[in-house]
């Protein structure tokens, strides 16, 4: 592979940079080593360990029954594959809502036991004392308000949120609150761009938004949606830049096709016995052919 002259790791400052000056930060979620450093070739931003990984990684319905530990599995594997990136831990359900000092210990961990740059966690006003408790512990934390899965229930279901002024008014009112609890990010999920523009403006941490318009800070996507091999279901937000479903599919039937036709494997993938060994291999099986009564 090429090599190539690697970038300094973004952080805060530069993001906060990037926002001042109208650069959008691009982010996208990753689960294991191989994406997380075709991320950090391909010069993303920002590398989010989403509790998705329920759904994209282990097939659960929802992000609900996702575990701490395995979080914490995924962020080592991203972040080896992508020493060089801002990769931020997304705090499961029920890791951080309980008790501040769990919220604390446990976005510990993601720094401590798996080397992340930050963490995530839903919710708006609701969760304030936790983000200002883990923010005082040292952690940089990212704010997620608008359609936040782990409360999908509460929601009505994976839905968009913000679309009525009252609606609007309280995810402003969420991420003005969570600025001022000392987030150093937030991410919008699934509202309209105009809401999208309007959080961006008001708030001075960048805004980050994923189904939340083009006026945002940057922009997130889930790298099964992007990368098209996630195909229970896609949100209207999502664009498909590969089918990677497609590809995998036809490789793999290509694969069974040439094993049961005898194309595969070929010479060029066989390896030779030594040539001054020959006489002596052709011997050696021989004598078992014979012991065991085998003609061909
Ligand atoms: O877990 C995740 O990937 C997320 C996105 C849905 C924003 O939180």
Redesign the pocket.
């Given at each position: 592979m090429e090599q190539r002259d690697t970038p300094a790791k973004k952080g805060r400052f530069e993001f906060l940079k990037m926002k001042k000056e109208g650069v959008k930060l691009t982010w996208v979620?990753a689960y294991d080593y191989p994406i997380a450093h075709f991320a950090e070739e391909a010069g993303i931003d920002m590398i989010?360990?989403?509790?998705?990984?329920?759904m994209?990684v282990y097939g659960y319905e929802g992000?609900i029954p996702v575990t701490m530990d395995e979080c914490l599995i995924h962020c080592r594997a991203v972040r080896r594959g992508a020493p060089h990136t801002f990769v931020v831990g997304?705090m499961p359900f029920l890791s951080y809502q309980v008790t501040v000092g769990d919220a604390i210990t446990n976005a510990g961990r993601f720094l401590k036991e798996a080397g992340m740059d930050a963490i995530?966690l839903?919710g708006g006003r609701r969760v304030v004392d936790k983000i200002r408790g883990i923010v005082d512990a040292g952690i940089l934390v990212i704010g997620?308000i608008g359609?936040?899965?782990q409360s999908s229930g509460q929601l009505g279901g994976f839905k968009a949120q913000g679309r009525t002024a009252a609606s609007a008014e309280e995810l402003i009112r969420d991420a003005l609150a969570i600025q001022e609890a000392g987030a150093f990010a937030l991410?919008l999920?699934a509202v309209p761009p105009e809401l999208g523009k309007a959080i961006s403006e008001l708030l001075d941490i960048p805004v980050y938004g994923?189904g939340a318009g083009k006026y945002t800070d940057g922009q997130?996507l889930?790298n099964g949606d992007m990368l098209g091999y996630f195909d229970a279901f896609t949100p209207k937000f999502v664009k498909k830049y590969a089918n990677l479903a497609k590809v995998i599919t036809d490789a793999m039937r290509n694969y069974v096709d040439e094993v049961h036709s005898g194309a595969f494997p070929g010479p060029e993938h066989s390896y030779s016995v030594l040539k001054e060994e020959l006489e002596a291999f052709k011997s050696v099986v021989q004598k078992y052919k014979n012991a065991n009564g085998i003609q061909k």
């Open positions: 979620t989010l360990v989403g509790d998705s990984l329920g994209v992000t997304d995530k839903e997620h359609l936040t899965p991410l999920e994923i997130l889930i």
